[in-house]
């Protein structure tokens, strides 16, 4: 089985453009979550999705959105970007929500804001 | 009461010899602990995960212990090795969310 799918691997942007970042979950898995890694903040949560619906969202800011489409691929977007967006967004996939899932990564977008 | 501490933040160990890294919970809701390996350049793959209704699971070289009334728990490397020279990652969930609260990371080092 082919694991989670990020794309781009890297990207580059200046402060104030939008970026989109994408994620193809392991074949079945229909929960997607995405993660912020930087080296200050660590991992943190920013969103969950399944069935095309946001189940759960951390504590970003509403520059920080998502969806989910009926292929269970999933979609993160920045927009206005700040110098402190830079960082590893990394997307897990599931089988289903819910703690009894374990979720695997992908091997994320390294994002840099200039 | 959201956050998993990790300790220690760093470690180097002889080849041969056991890597411990710790981790301690506050909310006691969670009912899900995984433990994830991460290389440089590469996202976080999972090793190993424990529930509380369980002290202890071994998987090959590595051991998760749980302590539940400490709100504490362990991973434990046996018989380390170069090869598992990396950053770890405990975590915590609850319930029927897959949010994963991380801890902060230990960066292990095995000295050949």
């Not at chain 1, 939008?18 to 229909?30: A, D, F, K, N, Y």
């Not at chain 1, 946001?54 to 509403?62: I, L, V």
Request: glycine fraction near 10%; aromatic fraction near 12%; hydrophobic fraction near 30%.
């Amino acid at each position: 089985k082919a694991g989670v799918t990020q794309t781009p691997r890297y990207l580059i942007k200046t402060r104030g453009q939008q970026v989109t970042l994408s994620c193809s979950p392991i074949s079945g898995h229909r929960s997607v979550s995405w993660y912020q890694q930087t080296p200050g903040q660590g991992l943190q949560f920013l969103f969950e999705y399944f069935s095309e619906t946001q189940r759960n969202k951390g504590n970003f800011p509403g520059r920080f959105s998502g969806r989910q489409f009926s292929n269970s691929r999933s979609e993160m977007n920045v927009s206005t970007l700040e110098l402190g967006d830079s960082a590893l967004y990394l997307c897990a996939s599931s089988p289903d929500p819910g703690s009894n899932q374990p979720q695997h990564f992908g091997d994320g977008t390294r994002l840099s804001i200039l | 009461q959201q956050q998993v501490k990790q300790s220690p933040q760093s470690l180097i160990v002889q080849k041969g010899g056991i890597s411990i890294i710790n981790c301690a919970y506050e909310n006691t809701a969670f009912d899900y602990f995984p433990w994830y390996q991460q290389f440089p350049g590469k996202g976080p793959a999972l090793l190993i995960a424990i529930r509380p209704d369980v002290s202890e699971k071994k998987e090959g070289r590595f051991t998760i212990s749980f302590n539940k009334s400490a709100k504490q728990f362990s991973l434990h490397i046996m018989d380390s090795q170069p090869g598992d020279s990396a950053t770890y990652f405990c975590a915590a969930s609850r319930g029927n969310t897959g949010k994963l609260i991380f801890g902060q990371g230990t960066t292990l080092q095995v000295k050949p």
